[in-house]
């Protein structure tokens, strides 16, 4: 609970005297959690969680039959009982705040509602436990499950060949970063460096250099949009590719986008589209229409497969015919039987980025997302998703600066610069809306904005759940001007305070052992931290 | 639509504030000409019961209610039901990266817990908080090393998943990193001399698996030898984790590779699975993906954070470790509690089971007429070649009339084992099971298998 109080300027009925708010926190009210220690703490020898099916077959001595390659012990492994293990991660997994409490509007994440359906149908008896290499005749219906995905995906960006093998968004880039290298490669000149914009996704030139490019950062202009005229500039027979966020990482679409694709065509380049802001497009207009050669799509953003705290995601790659001979193996093909078929035999391929087919179980919640919403529904869920970040937008951008003042779809962008006279930044901020039952923004990106609070909302929340946001907001802003201290000092009503970073980093302390203190660790100090001062937070 | 928290008059009333007559007025900075004016062609929207039968269907025309001996990367283990129950708490699975370490430390803890039994299973001293899977895993294993060594050559295993050595491939590339096959002798282990007469000083790793892909069990300990001699780095990649149980860990490696799927993650066809990378404390700044690490708050309470985050992307751009960003966090949950329910003595009895299970199958089986059993002196875990006068694909139509899935065909990544196949006995497989299979191989009748 609040560990400092200060005299509110504005109490209401619903908040004690001496509350450190200065109207009132209408989402939240403090309630107990469980405390827990490490699932180390609890073993003890002798208490069990498992009981095995008796061995119906001779017991074999393993000393013998492994001899030198036998293992003695199993170490520091936990002996727990079973409602001992739902407690700890039950107790933990109240510790957490996620989409299903409330609004998660970190931008470029697009944390929506995961349905529940869609958990059901991945565990059906047939799906979870299909195997890898079950002959394709007994796999024809997870096989169709991909199909359907595929078709669905191709009509959905406007594109005419996918692959779903990629695991996560930045593995959907460096396969589409190896396809354009691949296509360079059968035209003779696999080029060098690859055009990527100083409002880019992190992933993005950590992608290009993996593939063997050069990263070359282009500029964007006073609208927070590609410089056309820089483009032309930089583009030249060794550029490779632009990989262009779209809309970009402030929520902007690129009007001249046809120009830009013309531009990087016009040098036998390629236009590769990062899909994480898909959400702003679906059923609306299409990538493969605008120019788009390549592309990944994020089905643990767009097609509401969970983010189950940082993964897994899956990251499918559409793209034009011309990218098609190089797709990883094996490619899903039709037979004129209408069965389904992997087919290994590709000679141009890039090889394949995963081993089997990618991660199924996500297809099938992307899918069943997908049929859940139908055409007519994903249009709406993409114009819920705009109406509600320029609600926001309309709401907040007198009392936050808006840098860019240009049009935006999905997500809004505002910068500090007010608070930051009074010493309070976006992290500040961020950390302070989680006393007001929020879990925070992105914070410090895109870097072409500084002191960035990028604000995604997504179409799962409702006018209510936005006004409390607002509400939030405004509150923040007004602590800002008249009690900054208990902006600097959030978030106050959380089980822990603001962590050492620092410490953890300067001396890391990466697995639990017995009889070691952490604070006696963090406490020492013998190389620099790794930690930047203003390192940019996840988006 | 179902999803969507809004009636009519919210909209109304949203556009209304931001001063709009329209919804298409916000989509305006889209040139008219690439906006769609109709529908996209995509099943109509579908209610819950009518999504829950097209999967059903779906389920219905795969290989349900088969027994089967597969393996090869891709482990049937017993899931308790425990594992499911807690990872579908919405705290768990609709929740981001825990960047926000404040309303993010049930996250963090169970991921610190997870480091904790890698650490402990595979010998080494650090372990992050996953990989995509064992086949990216492995292949980030080889950069890292090359980062470390400051070389470029890698000696790879033939021994190694053939899928996982395709994925190397396409990683490898592009970074300039040369390569050198290293086969197996006639025990299904690596060839010792040959793999040191192709360990030089420009070495920059060697990477195995163990067991490995014929289900042998690997010296690891002198394989490292040979590989520390001349400066290099040894990764060794394990696919089957459940063998941790009751197999040496290889504490004499440098980067340990694990694919944990064994550990209560659903087959489903191939993913997601849990890659997790291992080290040396000392390989800890060019190790790729995210740390969770302990520290305190200002008052002095334990917490956790993610830590080191100069080696990732976000940070690093061009420079980082790796590209990895969305990483296994879920599955990696499953992993823990999986490892929690079995514990320090679980493991080991579901280990000994399973190494009981494949003996007995390696035995009966490879006792049948015209069957062999390959590499039968090495030490296994629960897989094993068996080589057979009859064509693995024609005794897998046997067995798949009598509804069991036989072993894996291996000529396809290994020409000279022409009639060989790869089979894999779990906990999953009755003796009954076993038997029956011995009796296909037979060629005689299978007697009926009941399932209860």
């Keep these: ?539 | 639509m179902r999803y969507l928290p809004k009636s009519p008059t919210d909209r109304a009333t949203m556009l209304e504030q931001i001063g709009v007559g329209s919804i298409d007025d916000l989509f305006r900075s889209i040139p008219a000409e690439y906006r769609l004016t109709g529908d996209l062609k995509i099943p109509p929207q579908m209610g819950e019961q009518e999504i829950v039968s097209l999967f059903h269907a779906a389920a219905d025309r795969n290989a349900n209610g088969y027994a089967s001996f597969l393996g090869a990367g891709a482990y049937r283990h017993y899931r308790p039901v425990v594992i499911d129950a807690l990872v579908q708490r919405g705290e768990f699975l609709t929740s981001y990266t825990p960047y926000q370490a404040e309303i993010s430390q049930g996250t963090l803890q169970a991921i610190f817990e997870f480091q904790t039994m890698i650490c402990e299973l595979t010998g080494m001293e650090i372990a992050n908080a996953s990989m995509y899977d064992g086949s990216t895993g492995a292949a980030e294993s080889v950069m890292m090393a090359a980062r470390v060594t400051r070389r470029s050559h890698m000696v790879v295993a033939s021994t190694v998943h053939p899928e996982y050595r395709e994925v190397l491939r396409t990683y490898a590339q592009h970074q300039g990193l040369s390569k050198q096959r290293v086969g197996y002798g006639p025990d299904g282990r690596i060839d010792m001399q040959a793999l040191e007469a192709a360990i030089t000083d420009k070495t920059a790793c060697v990477l195995i698996q163990s067991p490995n892909f014929f289900g042998v069990i690997e010296d690891v300990a002198a394989i490292a030898e040979l590989a520390h001699a001349k400066g290099a780095l040894l990764i060794v990649s394990i696919a089957e984790a459940l063998s941790l149980g009751i197999v040496r860990p290889p504490s004499e490696a440098d980067i340990v590779s694990l694919e944990a799927q064994s550990f209560g993650v659903a087959i489903s066809y191939g993913g997601p699975y849990c890659g997790v990378l291992a080290c040396k404390e000392k390989f800890i700044r060019q190790m790729p993906g995210r740390l969770t690490g302990a520290t305190v708050d200002q008052q002095g309470r334990r917490g956790f954070v993610l830590t080191l985050s100069t080696r990732e992307q976000h940070i690093r751009r061009e420079k980082a470790t790796s590209n990895i960003c969305t990483n296994q966090a879920l599955v990696a949950l499953m992993t823990c509690i999986y490892l929690t329910i079995y514990g320090k003595a679980g493991m080991r009895e579901l280990a000994e089971q399973n190494l009981a299970k494949a003996h007995y199958a390696a035995q009966t089986l490879g006792a049948t007429p015209g069957s062999k059993l390959l590499f039968a002196n090495s030490p296994r875990f629960n897989e094993f070649v068996l080589d057979t006068t009859e064509a693995p694909d024609v005794l897998n139509a046997r067995l798949l009339q009598q509804k069991m899935i036989g072993g894996l065909p291996l000529a396809h990544w290994y020409p000279e084992l022409r009639n060989a196949s790869l089979w894999c006995a779990t906990e999953q497989n009755s003796r009954a099971q076993i038997d029956a299979a011995a009796a296909v191989l037979a060629g005689k009748e299978a007697p009926a298998l009941v399932y209860v």
């Design chain 1, 1 to 539: 609970m609040a560990t400092e109080t200060v005299t509110p300027s504005n109490t209401t009925a619903s908040e004690a005297k001496g509350s450190p708010f200065v109207g009132e926190r209408s989402k939240v009210s403090s309630h107990i959690s469980q405390n827990e220690g490490l699932i180390f703490e609890k073993s003890s020898p002798g208490k069990k969680a498992y009981r095995l099916a008796p061995l119906d077959v001779p017991a074999v001595n393993a000393n013998a039959l492994l001899g030198k390659q036998a293992r003695e012990d199993l170490g520091l492994l936990p002996e727990v009982s079973e409602i001992e293990i739902i407690r700890h991660f039950t107790r933990l997994s109240t510790w957490n705040y996620a989409i299903d409490l409330g609004m998660y509007p970190l931008g470029s994440c697009t944390m929506k509602y995961n349905p529940r359906v869609n958990e059901m149908v991945a565990r059906l008896e047939g799906i979870a436990d299909a195997h890898p290499y079950q002959p394709e005749s007994l796999s024809q219906g997870a096989m169709r499950v991909m199909w359907m995905l595929q078709e669905c995906l191709k009509e959905i960006t406007g594109m005419e060949a996918i692959t779903l093998q990629p695991a996560a968004g930045a593995h959907g880039e460096f396969t589409g970063i190896l396809l354009v290298r691949a296509y360079h490669e059968s035209r003779g000149n696999p080029r060098k460096k690859i055009l990527i914009p100083d409002s880019a996704h992190g992933t993005n030139p950590a992608t290009a250099a993996i593939c063997g490019y050069q990263v070359q950062n282009l500029k964007s202009n006073s609208d927070g949009m590609i410089d056309l005229a820089e483009l032309e500039h930089l583009v030249d027979e060794e550029t490779a590719a632009l990989m262009l966020t779209n809309p970009s990482t402030i929520g902007v679409f690129e009007s001249e986008i046809h120009k830009i694709a013309d531009v990087l065509h016009s040098k036998g380049a390629l236009l590769y589209m990062d899909g994480a802001n898909m959400n702003a497009l679906v059923g609306k207009t299409r990538p493969g229409d605008f120019g788009v050669d390549v592309m990944h799509l994020n089905l643990h953003k767009t097609f509401s497969t969970p983010h189950g705290g940082g993964g897994p995601g899956s990251g499918p790659v559409a793209c034009k015919k011309i990218l098609e001979p190089f797709l990883p193996t094996p490619v899903l093909v039709e037979t004129p039987a209408n069965t389904l078929t992997f087919n290994y035999d590709r000679p141009q391929t890039i090889g394949r980025v995963r081993m089997f087919y990618g991660n199924y179980g996500m297809f099938v919640r992307a899918l069943a997302y997908i049929l859940a919403n139908g055409p007519d529904g994903l249009r709406q869920t993409t114009e819920d998703a705009v109406l509600n970040a320029n609600y926001l937008r309309s709401k907040l951008e007198d009392v936050y600066e808006l840098p860019y003042k240009t049009a935006t779809l999905h997500e809004v962008v505002f910068s500090d610069r007010r608070q930051a006279r009074n010493g309070v930044k976006t992290g500040d901020i961020a950390k302070r809306l989680i006393d007001y039952g929020f879990h925070p923004y992105t914070t410090s990106f895109p870097m072409i904005v500084p002191g960035a609070l990028m604000i995604e909302p997504t179409e799962s929340e409702s006018k209510e759940e936005l006004d409390q946001f607002v509400d939030a907001m405004r509150q923040i802003a007004r602590e800002t001007e008249e009690n900054p201290e208990i902006i600097l000092h959030a978030p106050h009503a959380t089980r822990v305070s603001r962590m050492d970073e620092v410490a953890a980093a300067r001396k890391p302390v990466l697995r639990w052992k017995p009889n070691a203190s952490v604070s006696e660790a963090a406490a020492s100090s013998e190389n620099p931290p790794l930690v930047p001062a203003t390192a940019a937070k996840e988006y």
